[in-house]
């Protein structure tokens, strides 16, 4: 079965300051790969996703994240924070891509990211 | 856009009850699952459900749990006879296809407390 670790649990920053977020998994087989992020009092939404192609993907608000195979890491950054980036954030997994079917997502724990302006 | 939703938002029961968390997942999509979240604790997958079948689920989807498609819309999970330990928040999320790569569409959550 596959896990995924996320490294921090808190982190706090001031606006302008670079992001790096880290996610590990372990699985052996074909993974694909989301953060997802939740605002204060609002519902986790997809940031970005990795399934195929270039390692580095991009996603909303000036996100990007990228896929290390031989890390098995798929690390979550941002150059420049803003205070509205404040919020808890989630990288996932599903295992494999075999077709239709039901693929449960495997969540790290996720870490909070505050950001003082 | 459209969204998944979720009630009620919070929901407060004793102990041996039996509460029903309900979801409208998006209208178009087939696949539905809940998942949760106790307290300090990881997101955890629960159930996934198809063409008014379960198709997957995990360890804590004992016979205490049930699920249903009541209706074209509703999505329901039900717990039959609530423990402490059932305290957590409840999502409810939707896919269309249910590829893997698929992004799952999440409600904003109903937040249980058992005591």
């Known amino acids: 079965a596959q896990s995924v670790s996320q490294h921090n649990h808190h982190v706090i920053l001031s606006e302008a300051a670079s992001l790096e977020l880290g996610c590990n998994y372990s699985?052996?087989?074909?993974?694909?790969l989301f953060w997802y992020v939740q605002y204060p009092g609002q519902h986790l939404q997809l940031l970005l996703k990795?399934?195929?192609?270039?390692?580095l993907v991009k996603g909303i608000k000036g996100f990007e994240a990228e896929f290390i195979k031989s890390k098995f890491s798929f690390n979550l950054r941002k150059p420049s924070v803003q205070w509205s980036d404040t919020a808890e954030y989630f990288c996932?997994?599903?295992?494999?891509?075999?077709?239709?079917?039901?693929?449960?997502?495997?969540f790290g724990k996720g870490t909070k990211l505050s950001v003082i302006p | 856009e459209p969204e998944v939703t979720q009630t009620p938002s919070h929901q407060v029961t004793q102990m041996g009850q039996e509460v029903i968390l309900r979801c409208v997942p998006i209208s178009n999509h087939l696949y539905f699952y809940w998942y949760r979240q106790i307290l300090g604790q990881k997101v955890e997958f629960l159930v996934s459900?198809?063409?008014?079948?379960?198709?997957?689920k995990s360890e804590i989807f004992d016979d205490q749990f049930s699920v249903e498609r009541p209706d074209g819309s509703n999505f329901t999970l039900k717990i039959r006879s609530t423990k402490l330990e059932d305290s957590a928040m409840y999502f409810c999320a939707s896919s269309d296809l249910g590829l893997a790569e698929e992004t799952q569409y999440f409600g904003p959550g109903t937040r249980l407390l058992v005591l």
């Open positions: 990795y399934f195929s192609g270039d390692p």
């Open positions: 996932a997994v599903t295992a494999g891509n075999s077709g239709a079917g039901s693929y449960q997502l495997t």
């Open positions: 459900f198809y063409n008014n079948e379960i198709s997957e």
């Open positions: 699985y052996g087989g074909t993974v694909n």
